[in-house]
């Protein structure tokens, strides 16, 4: 099977979703209902150690793996206990990838901050993005059981000890008047950039015991300062005096990491995107799925799949869900063996052709 046909080794991303644990209860968050009590069947774990070490070691040895994103459906990554033991085994075995990671940033110690940015600097390039959805006043609103005054604080022990930080906004009703201080703040901080986006829902409600509100999007159009037009999804501000320099065998690691990206590129060559990226997601169970948005119906018991179908009125099939559960289970099986397995290059394959899941045709535009 070519490269080009084929999952296996095409793939030089990889998306994981370090944690079922969080510390947040955001209000369009699938681990939650409605902003409120976690999901009746969520199994609670962290991402098993050893078989990280394997991925990274063994699995994807001789692969050359781009980027890394650590940015999860179930949990924060930071949450993760040995996250920065596990990025260090990461770097060793792959200085060429860049690796993003998003989170809420309102836990651990200054001192883990600290200790991240140190490892993180060892590899080729790094960013950190940090939800900061507001001033002290509002970000609660959204970001709900985070604390405004931690998450500052993290920011600048991570900015300090030159981790490249990144604030990103998203924009609702309630705080779209304090995007410019925001701005400033990200600024202030030592982040090298600022992001404002939009919400992805038009409106949430959250309902956690006595606490019951209507959380609204905002979706600006125009040509004004704050505002953003129809075809960018996002505002973004570039801060070239917090840039933290590169040293020189980074940066050579850098110009490499591009050069042979190049030669990975096959755009246009599949109807899945995700597959045209070389990338997949990899859930905190062990089980590795096409993308994002699949993982999201491989909950981990039945009864937690069943709920989530029922709010997102989809008709994903049963038995490709429980075949993909089955044999892409990374506690049996490697990574390359799963990419070259009949889920992947068959089930997945046809689903993809003949547009049979609604999942694909409703979030990447699939169709026959």
């Given at each position: 099977?070519?490269?080009?046909?084929?999952?296996?080794?095409?793939?030089?991303?990889?998306?994981?979703?370090?944690?079922?644990?969080?510390?947040?209860?955001?209000?369009?968050?699938?681990?939650?209902?409605?902003?409120?009590?976690?999901?009746?069947?969520?199994?609670?774990?962290?991402?098993?150690?050893?078989?990280?070490?394997?991925?990274?070691?063994?699995?994807?040895?001789?692969?050359?793996?781009?980027?890394?994103?650590?940015?999860?459906?179930?949990?924060?990554?930071?949450?993760?206990?040995?996250?920065?033991?596990?990025?260090?085994v990461w770097i060793t075995a792959h200085p060429e990838t860049f690796i993003s990671i998003a989170t809420n940033g309102s836990m651990r110690s200054t001192k883990f901050w600290t200790d991240l940015a140190k490892v993180l600097r060892q590899t080729a390039h790094h960013k950190v993005d940090f939800a900061v959805d507001g001033m002290e006043d509002t970000h609660h609103?959204?970001?709900?059981?985070?604390?405004?005054?931690?998450?500052?604080?993290?920011?600048?022990?991570?900015?300090?000890?030159?981790?490249?930080?990144?604030?990103?906004?998203?924009?609702?009703?309630?705080?779209?008047?304090?995007?410019?201080?925001?701005?400033?703040?990200?600024?202030?901080?030592?982040?090298?950039?600022?992001?404002?986006?939009?919400?992805?829902?038009?409106?949430?409600?959250?309902?956690?015991?006595?606490?019951?509100?209507?959380?609204?999007?905002?979706?600006?159009?125009?040509?004004?300062?704050?505002?953003?037009?129809?075809?960018?999804?996002?505002?973004?501000?570039?801060?070239?005096?917090?840039?933290?320099?590169?040293?020189?065998?980074?940066?050579?690691?850098?110009?490499?990491?591009?050069?042979?990206?190049?030669?990975?590129?096959?755009?246009?060559?599949?109807?899945?995107?995700?597959?045209?990226?070389?990338?997949?997601?990899?859930?905190?169970?062990?089980?590795?799925?096409?993308?994002?948005?699949?993982?999201?119906?491989?909950?981990?018991?039945?009864?937690?799949?069943?709920?989530?179908?029922?709010?997102?009125?989809?008709?994903?099939?049963?038995?490709?869900?429980?075949?993909?559960?089955?044999?892409?289970?990374?506690?049996?099986?490697?990574?390359?063996?799963?990419?070259?397995?009949?889920?992947?290059?068959?089930?997945?394959?046809?689903?993809?052709?003949?547009?049979?899941?609604?999942?694909?045709?409703?979030?990447?535009?699939?169709?026959?």
């Amino acid at each position: 099977m070519s490269r080009e046909q084929g999952w296996y080794r095409q793939v030089h991303r990889l998306q994981v979703d370090m944690t079922s644990h969080c510390n947040a209860r955001c209000g369009a968050c699938i681990r939650n209902i409605d902003g409120g009590e976690t999901r009746a069947g969520l199994s609670l774990t962290h991402f098993d150690v050893d078989v990280w070490n394997r991925i990274a070691t063994v699995d994807t040895k001789g692969w050359w793996i781009r980027e890394l994103t650590l940015n999860g459906n179930w949990g924060d990554t930071m949450m993760h206990p040995h996250l920065v033991k596990m990025l260090e085994v990461w770097i060793t075995a792959h200085p060429e990838t860049f690796i993003s990671i998003a989170t809420n940033g309102s836990m651990r110690s200054t001192k883990f901050w600290t200790d991240l940015a140190k490892v993180l600097r060892q590899t080729a390039h790094h960013k950190v993005d940090f939800a900061v959805d507001g001033m002290e006043d509002t970000h609660h609103i959204y970001r709900r059981k985070t604390i405004f005054s931690k998450l500052k604080e993290n920011i600048k022990a991570f900015t300090d000890a030159k981790g490249n930080a990144v604030i990103q906004m998203t924009m609702f009703e309630h705080n779209k008047h304090q995007i410019q201080e925001v701005k400033e703040l990200a600024r202030e901080l030592g982040c090298r950039q600022f992001n404002a986006r939009r919400s992805h829902s038009d409106h949430m409600f959250i309902k956690d015991g006595d606490e019951q509100y209507e959380i609204k999007g905002w979706y600006p159009t125009g040509n004004g300062e704050h505002l953003i037009d129809n075809e960018s999804p996002e505002m973004s501000e570039h801060f070239e005096e917090n840039d933290q320099p590169m040293s020189d065998i980074r940066d050579s690691i850098w110009m490499r990491v591009n050069d042979k990206f190049e030669e990975l590129e096959h755009k246009g060559s599949c109807k899945c995107p995700w597959k045209d990226d070389g990338n997949v997601q990899i859930d905190p169970w062990g089980k590795v799925w096409p993308c994002c948005h699949i993982s999201l119906y491989g909950g981990s018991t039945a009864s937690n799949f069943m709920n989530i179908a029922k709010d997102f009125d989809e008709n994903f099939l049963t038995e490709d869900l429980e075949e993909a559960k089955r044999q892409n289970n990374l506690h049996d099986n490697s990574l390359g063996d799963i990419l070259k397995n009949s889920f992947y290059n068959y089930t997945l394959e046809n689903a993809v052709q003949n547009a049979d899941w609604n999942i694909c045709k409703r979030t990447c535009g699939i169709s026959k």
